[in-house]
Each structure stands twice: as structure tokens, then as C-alpha cells.
């Protein structure tokens, strides 16, 4: 049984102000972080340790350990990234890789379904349509930290195939579920953050539009602010492309929802003498 003041956390500020039992659940895939400064400080080789031998994944503890050891850049998101590749390893077609995802979603650790967004992005045997359907409840987690991961694991798949991931994306931005139609509009941001810019929409965002357009209206703030931000992205290059889709959203959706992803999208070109 988790305390009720562990479970209800707000989150320390600081790393150095985690408490110790927090910390101890955290590595122990008890709870999930709640914070950006518990997610950077869970020893994910120790959480590891707990949770492999509950995937029937104990194998791989051997590499893991030497993965660990050989890793040059030792940051939160390149331990994550390589727990999650050294999964997709071992994974072979769509059965292997549901089966994997579906024991890594049941865990209580946000980390450790964090590996398994990576390890659908990594794995080899799958389709498009396969990675994009696996990846969809990841992407739908009710921490954000995990779907934060889910688009990125997906990145790849939009550079390289940009025509094609951006025909799958378009059943994504009418689901019910916000999260899922924010998935479709973070992922493909031009800029992007802690990731590879999408060159192709950098140099030409207009035919990412057709994700933005059923979302210009959107009720979820999540979602708003993820398009008005893809389009400041898009502003950096192409003001004037972003700026006569913004008058003509002003003109066909005057409503306070449009208002706040338009402000959030030319701020960038307000800035501008």
C-alpha cells in the first residue's frame, strides 16, 4: 500500500530534494514520476533489475548492465533510449512485439512503459501500420512522460517516411481521445524538441497542414498549444505561408479556441520589427 502523501506528491523542485522513500519506490517500479526532476533521477539500471525478470526479460540483464556500462552519454534519455533498443532487439514481428508492449503497459512504472514506446519505434519485422497501431496506447498514457516518449520513438519513422506517416496521422487527429490527436500534431513539428527537425517540413510545412485543420478548433488546451506550436515551428521559415493560414483560420473559425492557438503561433512573428 503506497501513503497517501507519496501517492498524492506534487513533486520536489530540485533532484537533491526527492524524498528518499520516493526515490526507493521509484526504482522499484512502485509508483510513477510525477515530475520532470524524479524522471531524470530513477536509476533505470536498478528498475531494470525489478522489472525484466516480471517480462520474462531476466536474459537480458547481462547485456543491459554492459549497455549501461558502455554508454558515453549517460543522460535520462539515452539510458531510456537504450533499455528501450536492447527490447526491440529481442523482438521479432507484430505478435513478439504486442505481447511485450502489453506486459510493459501493465506495469505501475511510467519508465518502464516508456521502454516499450521505444521499443515499438526500434523493432524490427514491423510494418508502418503496425508501429503506428502499437504505438497508439502509448501515446494515449495517462503520464506524460510516456506519451512524450511515444512520439518520439515515431520520429524516425515520419522523416523517412513523411507522405505515408502523415496518411496514417490523419485518423488520429479525430479521435476522442485528446491525447491521441495531440500525438498526431507533436510528433510532426517541423522543430520539434530534443529530437532531429523534420528537414522535408521545415523547408515545406504545407502539407503537414492537413493534420492542423481539424484541429484548429480543438476543445483540449493539450492539443491547442501543440498547434499553435507546430506552427511558430513552421513561422521560423515561412512567415508568410504561417501567416495567411492564420488569417484565413481567423476568418473561418472566429472562436476563442482558434483565438488561442493563432495567438500561440505568431508569437514568434510578433516578435519581428
Known sequence: MIPAHIAGRKGARNTASIPADVLTLLNA??????????????????LAERVFPQIGCDSLLPALRARMAE??????????????????????????????SAKLLALKSD???????????????LSA???????????????????????????????????GSLERLIHFTTDPDANIRRFASELTRPRGVWCRHIMALREDPQPGFCLLEPLRADPSKYVRDSVGNWLNDASKNHPEMVSSLCFRWEKQSPCPETAMILKRALRTIAKQP
Open 29 to 46: 517500479g512502485r509508483i510513477e514520476t510525477v515530475n520532470l526532476c524524479e524522471w531524470l533521477i530513477v536509476d533505470q539500471l536498478a
Open 71 to 100: 554508454l558515453k552519454i549517460t543522460t535520462a534519455p539515452k539510458k531510456l533510449e537504450a533499455i528501450g533498443r536492447l527490447l526491440a532487439e529481442n523482438v521479432s514481428g507484430k505478435a513478439e512485439a504486442k505481447e511485450l
Open 111 to 125: 519508465i518502464a512503459r516508456s521502454w516499450g514506446a521505444y521499443a515499438v519505434g526500434f523493432a524490427d519485422g
Open 129 to 163: 501500420e503496425e508501429r503506428f497501431l502499437l504505438i497508439r496506447p502509448f501515446a494515449a498514457d495517462p503520464n506524460m512522460s510516456t506519451r512524450e516518449i511515444a512520439w518520439l520513438a515515431l520520429r524516425g519513422e515520419v522523416i523517412a517516411d513523411l507522405h
